[in-house]
């Protein structure tokens, strides 16, 4: 007669991932659990797991789950990385994942960080678009392969995830310094022939706290879940130094 004995077998073999998550609001700690290790599984499925079958109590934030919304963004093992599209077994070092919030941002609680200061930096960089039309115009044409277009195409589809904010040694160590993402996008901005605050933007780029405070280390690049360059946008926006504002 069949028994549950190939069952029970299963489940004392299930393979564990030991789970470190910070805990607390400002002052906290990592705080240990243990999830069962599934295949295709990714580190905001462990993180939900958590919070379903363990701890009710653990923020964190995610929505569209499918890399669009840029939510979800947290630190897993050291790096800031998307955790919907993060898959445990690329990033669990020997069976061990730490998830803190994302750096480089105030922590609210356990893996919630405030976003306003990442978001304020869209002002401080001009990266604010001004239509030259108004609702009332015909839409804009705008030559898909024209130099500008196509400038603004390799920068456009930032997902506002803060990950490349949060990958910026300059943006730790100089508070005045608005980051990759808000420069990123005053470059798509200065390629974009409806914004009508073209100058007004490249003036707030070079104020201080401006694109002359990158370092250029690349970090932001090579943490952008979506592989933008914003530290291609920050050079583009250097050389208008000597370029002026991109033509047409
Ligand atoms: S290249 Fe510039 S913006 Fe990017 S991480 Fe380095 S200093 Fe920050
Ligand atoms: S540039 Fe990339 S890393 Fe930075 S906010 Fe946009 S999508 Fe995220
Ligand atoms: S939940 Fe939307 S990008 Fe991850």
């Known amino acids: 007669?069949?028994?549950?004995?190939?069952?029970?077998?299963?489940?004392?073999?299930?393979?564990?991932?030991?789970?470190?998550?910070?805990?607390?609001?400002?002052q906290g700690q990592l705080k240990p659990y243990?999830?069962?290790?599934?295949?295709n599984q990714t580190v905001l499925d462990v993180i939900t797991e958590i919070q379903r079958l363990q701890a009710p109590d653990l923020s964190y934030r995610f929505s569209c789950r499918v890399g669009v919304c840029g939510s979800c963004a947290m630190t897993v093992n050291g790096k800031p990385r998307w955790t919907c599209r993060t898959h445990v077994s690329k990033v669990a070092d020997e069976g061990v994942l730490t998830i803190e919030p994302l750096r480089n941002l105030p922590k609210i609680k356990d893996l919630v960080c405030d976003l306003a200061p990442f978001i304020d930096t869209w002002q401080k960089a001009g990266a604010v678009f001004k239509p030259t039309g108004t609702r009332y115009d015909a839409p804009a044409k705008v030559d898909p392969d024209s130099a500008c277009r196509r400038a603004a195409d390799a920068s456009l589809q930032c997902i506002n995830c803060a990950v490349c904010y949060s990958a910026c040694d300059v943006v730790n160590w100089n508070k005045d310094y608005v980051g990759p993402a808000a420069l990123n996008r005053a470059w798509t901005l200065l390629n974009d022939v409806r914004h009508d605050e073209r100058a007004a933007t490249l003036d707030k780029v070079f104020e201080d706290g401006g694109c002359g405070s990158c370092h250029s280390h690349g970090n932001c690049t090579r943490h952008c879940p979506i592989e933008l360059s914003p530290s291609a946008s920050i050079a583009g926006l250097k050389r208008t130094l000597f370029t002026g504002l991109p033509g047409k």
């Open 1 to 26: 007669m069949p028994t549950n004995n190939s069952n029970s077998e299963q489940t004392a073999k299930q393979e564990m991932l030991e789970v470190r998550v910070w805990r607390g609001q400002g």
């Open 34 to 39: 243990q999830v069962p290790l599934r295949k």
